[in-house]
């Protein structure tokens, strides 16, 4: 077998000339692994028209995933759910989406003109975050919308609460609707039993997956894998070449193989270790007294199943304050994926380290004992109340108003708190003062906000 890793290291060393993009010229010292980095020459292939050691790529990882056919992508999850997306309903129509999709979805349903129906996942008031989306809120969201093109839904959460995709699959199917699941959090869950079943394995049509989260892959990359006879198999191919740079980096792509070489021949020990270090670092935490891991004994009827390997940290008995606990975290040197409303999540891999474990867990057994409280916030989900179309508000003419002054007015952009990136606002969405209170108290914890700036306002459609 070729390793395009491997290869391009080989390349790397030879004494040819090139006259060639990119213009570092493989000799930008500065930048050292840069001497891999190359361009669609002789011998390696095009991602966008693969037929060697490529298409060999894709046909390996869609073998690892259990997939009739997988697309590697270097734009991320995002360009593959745009694909996805574009492939239901390029043309318009209506698409039933989970109200907790990432904001690559919204922009997704944007750019296509296709009409969303919103459906609500259960809401876990206790943490202020979505749960599954129920088989039944499914079932009756077909019933009432027979013209739907798809069914799309985020399963694992950000969090890690997956739905029940075998039974979703079904209820679509029964009606010849594709369901599309954006699994990106849960690349790793076919490796063990431990964790959720995989959303190809429960019959999902298109999974998506961030290759990057929870898998030894670099950052940017990502895996589109379809199965099933209501997929246009030709249609995601041609999209994959659009929503994507056809530029592809090489250095990506190379770094890919290799963690799928890892992935294909050496992860086994690596594998077994990683699953005991977790499970013994999840026993030693329940002996805290002030926070609290949580466990699948903790979550309520909202959710259907859960990943283990995200840590998500809560207070026992009051909410937790993410600047605190973020500041403790800190100077232990660890830095966790997000610190949210009231709760801190930090993600683990089959790469983490017994060290690392321990560094936490001793992190952790101080913030047990500080004052990490704060004054608990329930948020109620966001209802989604558009007076016009996503597309029609985000080309309107538009004007930034101060968020005092907004209350009423139609929001002309996105406004995400991220991570995770699940809009707040989006465009045509009428303002009340449940969403101005929401980017305030974000802002009072320190919370990262896309599309908002409290001096300069909220972009609104002109009256």
């Not at 997306?85 to 989406?97: E, H, M, N, P, Q």
């Not at 959720?196 to 998506?208: C, M, N, R, W």
Request: proline share 5%.
């Amino acid at each position: 077998m070729k390793h395009l890793f491997e290869i391009l290291q080989n390349y790397s060393k030879e004494d040819i000339y090139p006259f060639h993009m990119p213009g570092h010229k493989r000799n930008f010292s500065q930048v050292p692994f840069l001497n891999m980095d190359i361009t669609e020459i002789d011998g390696f292939d095009n991602l966008n028209n693969p037929t060697g050691i490529l298409k060999e790529l894709n046909q390996r990882l869609a073998g690892l995933f259990g997939a009739k056919e997988s697309f590697l992508s270097v734009n991320g999850a995002t360009s593959c759910v745009h694909a996805a997306l574009f492939a239901l309903c390029g043309s318009g129509g209506k698409i039933a989406v989970s109200a907790n999709c990432h904001k690559s979805v919204y922009s997704a349903l944007l750019i296509s003109g296709a009409e969303p129906v919103f459906m609500e996942p259960e809401y876990m008031a206790p943490l202020s975050v979505f749960g599954s989306v129920k088989p039944e809120t499914v079932r009756k969201t077909i019933a009432e919308n027979p013209d739907l093109k798809g069914v799309f839904i985020v399963s694992p959460t950000y969090e890690g609460i997956t739905s029940d995709i075998r039974t979703i699959a079904e209820i679509c199917h029964e009606k010849a609707i594709p369901l599309v699941v954006d699994e990106a959090h849960g690349a790793h869950f076919f490796l063990s039993d431990i964790f959720p079943e995989t959303a190809l394995s429960q019959g999902a049509d298109i999974v998506i997956h961030g290759l990057h989260k929870t898998l030894p892959f670099p950052t940017q990359t990502g895996l589109l894998s379809i199965q099933g006879d209501l997929i246009n198999r030709d249609i995601i191919a041609s999209l994959m070449t659009m929503t994507q740079s056809s530029s592809p980096s090489y250095i990506l792509m190379g770094a890919a193989e290799k963690g799928l070489s890892f992935m294909e021949e050496e992860s086994g020990e690596q594998w077994k270790k990683y699953i005991e270090n977790l499970i013994s670092f999840r026993k030693g935490c329940k002996d805290f007294i002030n926070i609290k891991l949580l466990e699948k004994e903790d979550y309520p009827d909202e959710i259907f199943d859960y990943d283990m390997g995200k840590l998500i940290i809560c207070g026992k008995k009051t909410s937790l304050s993410g600047k605190k606990t973020g500041e403790i975290l800190t100077k232990n040197k660890i830095q966790a994926e997000a610190v949210c409303f009231n709760h801190a999540i930090l993600m683990t891999s089959l790469l983490d380290t017994a060290e690392g474990f321990e560094r936490l867990f001793r992190a952790l057994k101080e913030a047990d004992v500080s004052d990490i409280s704060d004054a608990e916030l329930k948020i109620s989900p966001i209802k989604r109340n558009e007076k016009i179309s996503m597309r029609e508000a985000f080309f309107s003419k538009s004007e930034f108003i101060l968020p005092e002054k907004c209350q009423g007015r139609i929001s002309a952009d996105f406004v995400s708190i991220y991570p995770p990136g699940i809009p707040v606002l989006i465009p045509g969405t009428v303002i009340e003062i449940e969403h101005i209170e929401i980017l305030k108290e974000a802002l009072r914890r320190n919370l990262e906000i896309t599309g908002f700036d409290f001096s300069k306002g909220i972009k609104v459609i002109t009256e």
